[in-house]
Nanobody
Framework: QVQLVESGGGLVQPGGSLRLSCAAS????????MGWYRQAPGEERELVAA??????DYADSVKGRFTISRDIAKNTVYLQMNNLKPEDTAVYSC?????????WGQGTQVTVSS
């Protein structure tokens, strides 16, 4: 059973930074796509950033502020979030896909508030 475990969420003031981590229970090479999604209260889940092969995609709302990266040796994917805004408040979830199944972490809360 594949497990994805997120960490790094919390409360931060506007303009602040957080780094989220997603640790996989097996090699991230087994996924052809890994990404971060978020869901705010009353909203649908949306893609924040994803790595698919050698390509990286970002939601327009986070371009220039968020950076997705991976450490293959640690089987971990990161989301560096800078210049956070109140509208970034949401539960952030990690997703890994092998083209057949999608695997999700439990999510981590990010709250941006003064």
């Amino acid at each position: 059973q594949v497990q994805l475990v997120e960490s790094g969420g919390g409360l931060v003031q506007p303009g602040g930074s957080l780094r989220l981590s997603c640790a996989a229970s097996r090699s991230i090479f087994s996924f052809n796509r890994m990404g971060w999604y978020r869901q705010a209260p009353g909203e649908e889940r949306e893609l924040v950033a994803a790595i698919t092969g050698g390509n990286i995609d970002y939601a327009d709302s986070v371009k220039g502020r968020f950076t997705i990266s991976r450490d293959i040796a640690k089987n971990t994917v990161y989301l560096q979030m800078n210049n956070l805004k109140p509208e970034d408040t949401a539960v952030y979830s990690c997703m890994g896909s092998n083209g057949v199944s999608n695997y999700w972490g439990q999510g981590t809360q990010v709250t941006v508030s003064s």
